[in-house]
């Protein structure tokens, strides 16, 4: 029997902050591609941001945000369905379900809930469930394909066991998700050469102002080589970060006025800031339009919130069935 319904397409985005080339490269760019190829869902993560946000106006501030952004990258409104977390609630009866088949141990081994306990954070029981709550996020809209940096994948993998249980103690409930991380893109490197993150506070904003853009860029940590020395392309955030942006052309130039030597790192991070702040450009360009039209983005929301709703109530309903609800 073939399955005729088009491939479904699902990522999430956490409104904590604004969106760095890490988010852009990791999981938007990639997303943006897919909408062509299915039915694409993509959401902000409110309900995630709650595990962190402690001021609501800068939540719903954050939240408006993060969808004008994503939408002046290239996200297309007629194409995927765009819209809130939290307008969709049932997400959290899901999750409540799933809970009751996840193993402590399972969630215990999640390494991004070790990592935030060691930079500080409280330790909470919605920081435990995260991985809970993001696999209801997947599993409601039966989710083909998810893309994400490299930094979810042990989050899908979760998801996929807990639908393994759910399948198995009540009989086929859920399709199983794949993650569908790009190897280049996988991990962008941020200023100081860890993974690109907000909480590392090593970031990049897509719409960072120019001025600071600029020092951020200045500021990427390189090794000592004095200026004539070659220096190695495989070790350099700067040349990372411009094979992102840059042609063919333009990377093999780098590489080859690295490995020549003679050229100080300088002058290669001003060379990345130009090409960057360049790429960018029409995406500052399409977000001025976004913003100067008030009712838009709720607008978009408010459609998508409508159509995720359609198909979270028709999942809910088999999982309501299957489990001995109502
Ligand atoms: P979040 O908000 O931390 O990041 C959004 C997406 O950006 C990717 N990303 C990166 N990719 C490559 N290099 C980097 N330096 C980098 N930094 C961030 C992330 O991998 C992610 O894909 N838990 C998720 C949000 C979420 C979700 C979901 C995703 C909630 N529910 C359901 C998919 C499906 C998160 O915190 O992403």
New binding site residues.
Partial sequence: MTDKKPMRI?????P?GVL?I??Y????KPAIALQAEGEALY?I?DY?ALTSVRDPEALRENSRRVAVDFLACGLDPERATVFR?SDVPQVTELAWILSTVAPMGLLERAT?YKDKLARGMAATVGLFN?PV??AA??LIYD?DI???????KQ??EI?RDLAVKINETFGHVFKLPEARIQAA??????IDGQ????SYGNNIDIFGDEKDTRKRVMSIVTDSSPVDAPKDPANSTIFKLYSLMASKNEIADMRDRSLKGGTGYSDFKKQLFEKLWEYFAPMRKRREEILSDKSYIEDVLARGAKRANEIADQVMQRVRAAVGLR
């Fill in positions: 699902l990522s999430g985005i956490q904590s760095h890490g988010n490269f990791g999981m938007m959401f993560a995630h977390h991004s995260y709550l993001m996020d997947i989710s998810v893309p994400v940096g490299k930094d979810q989050h899908i998801t893109t996988e991990t962008v490197p941020g993974k690109m993150s907000k």
